[in-house]
């Protein structure tokens, strides 16, 4: 059996372009009859997050995705360069399941409390994606849905009244503990994961109040 397609191009390690920044050719008028019907990145990126729950991330390639979608592993290179880009389009939709607080939500409810929602609303989707986790630090987050939770986590720390080196050190403290979380949101229960929320939380609320 061939390799799969793509398994020599690059890796997130190497240098490339997140597909968030790429800058694709449009493919000439007389070709684009010769696309695969049916096909576009919406419904590729939701295959995508199937596969990567149903096989997990170390089984995901191509060729499987091609195979569950109907067609060559070729075709699908009409809508993404690389197997990497497929990643971060899902890495980004699975972020895109993230119930995020509104404009007005720390003034009314207090932002400890919104802080505590955002970090379990996190954890639900790290459970609910394993593969989120490992993918968050191998690519940049920098799709709109990774955009908009990084949004509402900075109107929280708005609300908190940090600023300064204080406020960069606590965005840095809870973006590393929410990022880091990931490989044992599993093995741990939610109750000892909202014990460590609780302890960020009041540790920032003394720094606030110091």
Request: proline share 7%.
């Amino acid at each position: 059996m061939s390799a799969d397609p793509d398994e020599t191009r690059t890796g997130p390690d190497e240098t490339r372009t997140s597909v968030w920044l790429a800058i694709r050719p449009a493919a000439p008028a007389r070709r684009r009859t010769e696309a695969p019907s049916g096909l576009d990145r919406e419904r590729i990126t939701t295959a995508t997050v199937r596969l990567l729950d149903t096989e997990g991330l170390t089984r995901f390639s191509m060729r499987r995705l091609a195979a569950g979608l109907g067609v060559t592993a070729m075709s699908l290179y009409w809508y993404v360069d690389t197997r990497h880009d497929l990643l971060e389009l899902a890495l980004d939709r699975a972020l895109g399941e993230l119930v995020l607080p509104g404009p007005g939500e720390p003034g009314q409810q207090g932002w400890p409390t919104a802080l505590r929602g955002l970090a379990r609303e996190y954890r639900r989707v790290l459970a609910a994606h394993p593969w989120v986790a490992p993918l968050t630090a191998a690519y940049p987050n920098i799709g709109p849905s990774a955009r908009a939770f990084d949004a509402a986590l900075q109107q929280l720390l708005d609300a908190t009244g940090l600023t300064g080196g204080a406020r960069t050190g606590v965005h840095l403290a809870l973006s590393q503990f929410l990022h880091g979380c990931g490989g044992m949101v599993r093995r741990v229960p939610e109750s000892d994961f909202c014990l460590a929320v609780d302890v960020l939380v009041a540790g920032i609320e003394a720094k606030a109040t110091g």
